[in-house]
């Protein structure tokens, strides 16, 4: 029984980080489809729309002019930085240059980019640290 008891007690604390590093790459991944949701929508409306990061609401933000259209809630712990004030998307397909540092902890890193001129948005990197 002590033998189990040991063995369950040091096999905690790894699935806790497993389970915290699977829901930032879940969160990653989410915002990624959430820009590209953006990007495709510009296309399809034909019209300029905004991204905006406003992490004391904890929610990244598809506008249109003032409107809000769409958000997607950033988790609690979760930090996400743009050294650009918003990322815009225009009606042929393309985006403003832009780079997205996703972070929670001081061991969990990822950062979501795109050129602008090809539109394509990708994440740079994966950093998982235990």
């Keep these: 029984m002590v033998v189990i008891l040991v063995l369950a007690g040091a096999a905690v604390p790894s699935l806790k980080n497993s389970v915290r590093n699977a829901e930032f790459k879940g ?8 820009l590209d949701y ?11 729309l905004a991204v905006d990061i ?4 904890k929610v990244v933000l598809i506008k249109e002019k003032d409107l809000e259209l769409n958000h997607v809630d ?9 050294k650009q004030p918003e990322v815009l998307f225009y009606p042929d397909g393309t985006s403003g240059q832009f780079e997205l540092l996703v ?25 998982a640290q235990n």
């Design 27 to 34: 969160f990653v991944n989410k915002l990624y489809l959430f």
């Design 38 to 48: 953006a990007r495709s929508r510009s296309t399809l409306e034909n019209m300029v």
């Design 54 to 57: 406003d992490n004391e609401r």
């Design 74 to 82: 950033i988790p609690s712990g979760t930090l996400v930085q743009s």
């Design 103 to 127: 972070q929670a902890g001081d061991n969990q890193r990822s950062v979501i980019v795109s050129q602008g001129f090809d539109g394509k948005i990708k994440i740079k990197d994966y950093v």
